[in-house]
C-alpha cells in the first residue's frame, strides 16, 4: 500500500477533496437511512448494525471503503439535534459554517501548548477570547472543553485565591459538575442549598453566609440544566459583596443570551462574578468542544503557569515567543477557537441574536400549546428554551416509559427532569430551523404513546 495522503502540506487539499465528498455522501446515505431524529429499535440494535458495519476493529489488511462504511453507520445510528423532534439536551445542531471551519482545525492540526505548533491559531485565540470575555464584561477567557472544565477551573483558581478551605456554595439546581470539582479538588463538602423551585434562593442563600465563617465560593446558575432557569443574579451578588463571598456563575447554557438586544438584559449581574462559564456547543451553535471561563481578573491565571523547557523555556519567553503553557491545565490543545471566530466574524452579533430569539421564541410557542391542551401539563413558562410538561394525570413511570418508548421507536428524543418532586418531559429548543409544526408534532407523539 502506497503512503496515505496527508491533511495538510502543498498536497492536502487535493487529498482531501475526494474525502470530503465520500464523507457527505455518506452523511446523506446515513441520514436518509436512519430517516428520523434517532436510530429505531433501542441499543442491542444499534449495537447490531454498528458491528456489523465495523467488521474487525484492527483488520490485518486495511478497507479503503472504511471512510463510506463507518460514516454512513455513525450518520445511520446519530440521534441528530438537526431533527427538530431531537430535542432532550443542551446539544445543539453545529452550524454548517462552524463544522466546516473545524475541519481546517483537523488538517492544520495547531496545537495551543506552544507558539511553535500554533503561530497564528495563538493570536487568534488571545483576540477572540478577549473579546467573548468582554462581551460577558470581564477581562479574558481560557478556552476549555465545555461548562465541566470550565466549572472545575472557576473552583481551582478560587482555591488558589483562597485556600484549600474554600467552600462551595451552591443550590440543588447547580450542574453537577460544580460539587464534582469541589471533589476532585479536595475541597470540603459544598454546602448545597435547597432549591424548590430550581432556582438559588437569596434568604436561603444569605443564612448559609452568615453560618458560614472560612472562605466561600458562591456558585449561581445562568441557565439551569434542567429547566433553563436563571438565579436571581443581582440579589446574589449583592449578598457575595457583602459577606466577602467569591461568586462563579455557570452560564454554560444562558451566556448565549448575550448575543441578544431581546435577551441580553436578563443576564444583568453577570460581570460581577469574578469567573464566568461560558460553553458555545449549547447556545452557541458550536461543534463540541466550544467551552470557556471568562475571568475578572487575568493575574490570577498566574497559578496555571507551567514551565517545561521543550514548550516555553525561559530564555524562548524573554525572546518574545508567548507563552501559551498558563493558559489551560492541558498540554496538546485543539484550536477550537477558529470555528468560534469563524461564526462570530460571519453572523456577527445580529446573526447570532436572531437564532437565540427564534429558538426562545419558538420555546414559547410550544409552551403556549401545551398550556392550550387539557391532556397535558405545563410546569412554567420557559424562561430561556427549556419547556418542561407532562401528560395530565400521568404516574411518573408512565411519563418514564414514554420518553423511553419514543427513544426505542426512534420517533423522538425527549428529556427528563424531576422537580417539585415529580417527573417532567422536557424538550430544549436549540433547533434554529425548528418550526411550529414540528413541536405540534412532538406534542402529538407524545399523545399518542401515552397510554388512555
Ligand atoms: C448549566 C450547565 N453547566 C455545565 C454543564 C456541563 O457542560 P459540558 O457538558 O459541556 O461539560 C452543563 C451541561 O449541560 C450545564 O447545563
Same mark, same amino acid.
Given at each position: 500500500?502506497?503512503?496515505?495522503? *496527508?491533511?495538510?502540506?502543498?498536497?492536502?487539499?487535493?487529498?482531501?477533496?475526494? #474525502?470530503?465528498?465520500?464523507?457527505?455522501?455518506?452523511?446523506?446515505?446515513?441520514?436518509?437511512?436512519?430517516?428520523?431524529?434517532?436510530?429505531?429499535?433501542?441499543?442491542? $440494535?444499534?449495537?447490531?448494525?454498528?458491528? /456489523?458495519?465495523?467488521?474487525?476493529?484492527?483488520?490485518?489488511?486495511?478497507?479503503?471503503?472504511?471512510?463510506? $462504511?463507518?460514516?454512513?453507520?455513525?450518520?445511520?445510528?446519530?440521534?441528530?439535534?438537526?431533527?427538530?423532534?431531537?430535542?432532550?439536551?443542551?446539544?445543539?445542531?453545529?452550524?454548517?459554517?462552524?463544522?466546516?471551519?473545524?475541519?481546517?482545525?483537523?488538517?492544520?492540526?495547531?496545537?495551543?501548548?506552544?507558539?511553535?505548533? /500554533?503561530?497564528?491559531?495563538? /493570536?487568534? &485565540?488571545?483576540?477572540?477570547?478577549?473579546?467573548?470575555?468582554?462581551?460577558?464584561?470581564?477581562?479574558?477567557?481560557?478556552?476549555?472543553?465545555?461548562?465541566?472544565?470550565?466549572?472545575? *477551573?472557576?473552583?481551582?483558581?478560587?482555591?488558589?485565591?483562597?485556600?484549600?478551605?474554600?467552600?462551595?456554595?451552591?443550590?440543588?439546581?447547580?450542574?453537577?459538575?460544580?460539587?464534582? $470539582?469541589?471533589?476532585?479538588?479536595?475541597?470540603?463538602?459544598?454546602?448545597?442549598?435547597?432549591?424548590?423551585?430550581?432556582?438559588?434562593?437569596?434568604?436561603?442563600?444569605?443564612?448559609?453566609?452568615?453560618?458560614?465563617?472560612?472562605? @466561600?465560593?458562591?456558585?449561581?446558575?445562568?441557565?439551569?440544566?434542567?429547566?433553563?432557569?436563571?438565579?436571581?443574579?443581582?440579589?446574589?451578588? $449583592?449578598?457575595?459583596?457583602?459577606?466577602?463571598?467569591? #461568586?462563579?456563575?455557570?452560564?454554560?447554557?444562558?451566556?448565549?443570551?448575550?448575543?441578544?438586544?431581546?435577551?441580553?438584559?436578563?443576564?444583568?449581574?453577570?460581570?460581577?462574578?469574578?469567573?464566568?462559564?461560558?460553553?458555545?456547543? !449549547?447556545?452557541?451553535?458550536?461543534?463540541?468542544?466550544?467551552?470557556?471561563?471568562?475571568?475578572?481578573?487575568?493575574? &490570577?491565571?498566574?497559578?496555571?503557569?507551567?514551565?517545561?523547557?521543550?514548550?516555553?523555556?525561559?530564555?524562548?519567553?524573554?525572546?518574545?515567543?508567548?507563552?501559551?503553557?498558563?493558559?489551560?491545565?492541558?498540554?496538546?490543545?485543539?484550536?477550537?477557537?477558529? !470555528?468560534?471566530?469563524?461564526?462570530?466574524?460571519?453572523?456577527?452579533?445580529?446573526?447570532?441574536?436572531?437564532? @437565540?430569539?427564534?429558538?426562545?421564541?419558538?420555546?414559547?410557542?410550544?409552551?403556549?400549546?401545551?398550556? /392550550?391542551?387539557?391532556?397535558?401539563?405545563?410546569?412554567?413558562?420557559?424562561?430561556?428554551?427549556?419547556? *418542561?410538561?407532562?401528560?395530565?394525570?400521568?404516574?411518573?413511570?408512565? @411519563?418514564?416509559?414514554?420518553?423511553?418508548?419514543?427513544?426505542?421507536?426512534?420517533?423522538?428524543?425527549?428529556?427528563?427532569?424531576?422537580?417539585?418532586?415529580?417527573?417532567?418531559? !422536557?424538550?430544549?429548543?436549540?433547533?434554529?430551523?425548528?418550526?411550529?409544526?414540528?413541536?405540534?408534532?412532538? *406534542?402529538?407523539?407524545?399523545?399518542?404513546?401515552?397510554?388512555?
Amino acid at each position: 500500500m502506497s503512503t496515505p495522503p *496527508l491533511a495538510s502540506g502543498p498536497e492536502g487539499p487535493d487529498a482531501l477533496r475526494p #474525502l470530503l465528498a465520500t464523507v457527505l455522501d455518506a452523511l446523506a446515505a446515513g441520514t436518509a437511512e436512519r430517516g428520523g431524529p434517532l436510530p429505531a429499535g433501542g441499543p442491542d $440494535a444499534v449495537t447490531a448494525r454498528v458491528a /456489523a458495519a465495523l467488521g474487525d476493529p484492527l483488520p490485518d489488511t486495511g478497507d479503503p471503503h472504511a471512510l463510506h $462504511a463507518l460514516v454512513r453507520a455513525l450518520a445511520a445510528g446519530a440521534a441528530d439535534p438537526a431533527d427538530p423532534l431531537c430535542a432532550a439536551h443542551l446539544h445543539c445542531p453545529p452550524l454548517a459554517v462552524a463544522t466546516a471551519a473545524d475541519l481546517a482545525a483537523s488538517a492544520l492540526n495547531p496545537s495551543l501548548d506552544s507558539w511553535d505548533q /500554533a503561530p497564528a491559531a495563538s /493570536a487568534l &485565540e488571545a483576540a477572540v477570547t478577549r473579546a467573548l470575555a468582554r462581551t460577558a464584561g470581564l477581562a479574558d477567557a481560557l478556552v476549555t472543553t465545555g461548562g465541566t472544565e470550565s466549572n472545575q *477551573l472557576a473552583l481551582l483558581l478560587a482555591r488558589e485565591a483562597h485556600g484549600s478551605d474554600l467552600r462551595l456554595v451552591c443550590c440543588a439546581g447547580a450542574h453537577h459538575s460544580l460539587p464534582r $470539582a469541589a471533589w476532585l479538588l479536595g475541597l470540603p463538602a459544598p454546602v448545597v442549598l435547597p432549591a424548590p423551585r430550581g432556582t438559588l434562593d437569596p434568604a436561603a442563600l444569605a443564612e448559609a453566609l452568615t453560618a458560614l465563617t472560612g472562605p @466561600v465560593l458562591v456558585a449561581a446558575t445562568a441557565g439551569t440544566t434542567d429547566a433553563g432557569l436563571i438565579d436571581p443574579l443581582p440579589r446574589i451578588a $449583592a449578598l457575595c459583596a457583602a459577606h466577602g463571598a467569591r #461568586l462563579h456563575i455557570d452560564a454554560a447554557y444562558g451566556g448565549g443570551l448575550l448575543f441578544s438586544d431581546r435577551h441580553r438584559d436578563r443576564l444583568a449581574g453577570l460581570d460581577t462574578a469574578h469567573t464566568v462559564t461560558l460553553d458555545l456547543h !449549547k447556545l452557541g451553535w458550536q461543534p463540541a468542544a466550544a467551552g470557556l471561563l471568562a475571568v475578572a481578573r487575568p493575574d &490570577e491565571l498566574a497559578t496555571l503557569h507551567q514551565r517545561a523547557d521543550y514548550l516555553n523555556a525561559p530564555d524562548d519567553t524573554e525572546a518574545g515567543l508567548p507563552d501559551l503553557l498558563g493558559r489551560s491545565p492541558r498540554t496538546t490543545r485543539r484550536p477550537d477557537i477558529l !470555528k468560534i471566530a469563524v461564526t462570530l466574524r460571519t453572523l456577527g452579533r445580529d446573526g447570532l441574536g436572531a437564532l @437565540v430569539d427564534h429558538v426562545c421564541a419558538r420555546a414559547h410557542e410550544f409552551a403556549a400549546l401545551i398550556a /392550550a391542551h387539557p391532556g397535558f401539563e405545563l410546569y412554567d413558562r420557559p424562561v430561556i428554551s427549556t419547556v *418542561l410538561f407532562r401528560p395530565a394525570a400521568a404516574a411518573d413511570d408512565t @411519563v418514564a416509559a414514554v420518553r423511553r418508548a419514543l427513544l426505542h421507536q426512534g420517533r423522538a428524543v425527549l428529556g427528563r427532569a424531576r422537580l417539585d418532586g415529580r417527573l417532567w418531559l !422536557k424538550a430544549t429548543v436549540l433547533n434554529p430551523r425548528s418550526r411550529p409544526d414540528d413541536l405540534a408534532r412532538l *406534542l402529538e407523539l407524545v399523545e399518542g404513546s401515552t397510554p388512555g
